[in-house]
């Protein structure tokens, strides 16, 4: 069973920095895979936020030039680096993954991703 772990997320004031980190855990590794982040607010639906597969790499345009998402394979883990954060940011923050990419990583809705995360928590305030 591959089990996603979050950490990172926070209290911070807008214009602030958060680093978001995913650890893939039970023998899989992420260097082939296709990754994302996505984010749910209260009342809203959930968004990739960012996605990554086959060298490819897309974000949402509310987010595109202030996050970043990477991955470590030797550390079988996924980043997401948030800079300039808005109040609009707050939201539980998820990542997920596809055993086996088979499509660009944009064409992905997220009722295709096998395994999520618990969530992550980050609160802007402004």
């Known amino acids: 069973q591959v089990q996603l772990v979050e950490s990172g997320g926070g209290s911070v004031q807008a214009g602030g920095s958060l680093r978001l980190s995913c650890v893939v855990t039970?023998?899989?590794?992420?260097?082939?895979?296709?990754m994302a982040w996505f984010r749910q607010a209260p009342g809203k639906e959930r968004e990739v936020v960012a996605a990554?597969?086959?060298?490819?790499?897309t974000y949402a345009d509310s987010v595109r030039g202030r996050f970043t998402l990477s991955k470590d394979n030797a550390k079988n883990t996924l980043y997401l680096r948030m800079n300039s954060l808005k109040s609009e940011d707050t939201a539980m923050y998820y990542c997920?993954?596809?055993?086996?990419?088979?499509?660009?990583?944009?064409?992905?809705?997220?009722?295709?991703?096998?395994?999520w995360g618990q969530g992550t928590q980050v609160t802007v305030s402004s």
């Open positions: 990554n597969g086959d060298g490819d790499t």
């Open positions: 997920a993954v596809i055993l086996i990419c088979r499509k660009p990583i944009g064409s992905y809705g997220p009722n295709e991703y096998n395994y």
């Open positions: 039970s023998g899989y590794t992420i260097s082939r895979a296709c």
